[in-house]
C-alpha cells in the first residue's frame, strides 16, 4: 500500500496550452493556490505562494516541459527553503484527451518529511484548504444565484 | 480536525522500503516469526526484530508471544489515521484541480492572445 503518495486527475474541456497557462503563469496560480504567487518558470527557478495569514511559502522547480509536464519541490511549513526531510515533489502531467485535457497530479514523499514538517504541513493545509473549500462554496453559490 | 500524532510515526515507518516489504509479507500470510521473515529478505534475523520493533511503535504489526517463540501480525487499522491524513490533503488536491479546470475553461482563456492587449486599469474584467 502506498502512504507515500496522493494521486489525482481531473479532465478539463480545453487545450493543453490553455491548462499549462492556468497551471503556471503566477496571476493564476494565485487563485489556485495561495492568495499571491512568483514563478521563475525553468528547472531551478524559485517559486514563491502565499496565504496572507500564513506566510509566504517556498518551491523549486524541478522539470519544466510545456505544455505536459511540470514539477516542483514544495518546501512544508512557512519560510522554509525546500530540501530532502522538509519537502514534497508535485508533478502535473497534461494528456490531451477528447475534446479536452486530463490533468494529473501527484504528490510524493511524504514519508520522507520528519515529525514536525508533518505537523507543519497539515496545519497550513487544514488551514487554507478550509478557507478554500468554504470560498469555493461561496462562489458556487454566486454563481448558483447569478444563473 | 486535528494532526493525529500516529501519522508522523506511521509515514517514518512505512519510509523504509525493508519494513514495507515486511508488513507485505505480513499482511500476505497472515503471521509470521522474525525468523521465517528474514528467510525472505536479504537481511539478519535481529535487523528484523529492530525493524519489526519500529513498525510494532508506530501501531503496524503487533507481536504475539506463542510459547518460545513470538508471531507478528499486521495491524491494518494503524494505517487508518494516515489514509484519512492522506485522504484530506487528496481532497485538497481535488479543490486545486477544480479551481485549475475553472480557470482554462474561462472565456477568454488564459492562453488568448488579447488583440491589442493593454494592460492595465480598463483591461478585461480582472478577478
Known sequence: MATDRIEREIFIKASQNRVWAALTQPEHIARWFGDSAELDLRPGGKMVFGWTEYGSHHAVVERVEPPSFFSYRWGHGAEVVPAAGNSTLVEFTLTPADAGTVLRVVETGFASLNGSDVEKATAVRENTEGWASELGELQQYAEGQAA | ?127
Open chain 2, 1 to 127: 480536525m486535528t494532526h493525529e500524532p500516529a501519522v508522523d510515526e506511521v509515514l517514518a515507518a512505512m519510509a523504509d522500503p525493508t519494513r514495507r516489504a515486511l508488513l507485505e509479507d505480513l499482511a500476505a500470510h497472515g503471521e509470521a516469526t522474525a525468523t521465517a521473515l528474514a528467510d525472505g529478505l536479504p537481511i539478519t534475523r535481529q535487523a528484523v526484530v529492530k525493524h519489526l520493533a519500529v513498525l510494532d511503535r508506530a501501531g503496524l504489526v503487533a507481536g504475539r508471544r506463542r510459547g518460545r517463540e513470538v508471531r507478528y501480525v499486521a495491524r491494518p487499522e494503524g494505517v487508518a489515521a494516515t489514509a484519512r491524513w492522506l485522504a484530506g490533503l487528496a481532497a485538497g488536491w481535488d479543490r486545486r484541480l477544480r479551481e485549475i479546470k475553472r480557470i482554462a475553461e474561462s472565456r477568454p482563456g488564459p492562453a488568448d492572445p488579447r488583440p491589442g492587449r493593454a494592460p492595465g486599469p480598463g483591461g478585461p474584467a480582472s478577478r
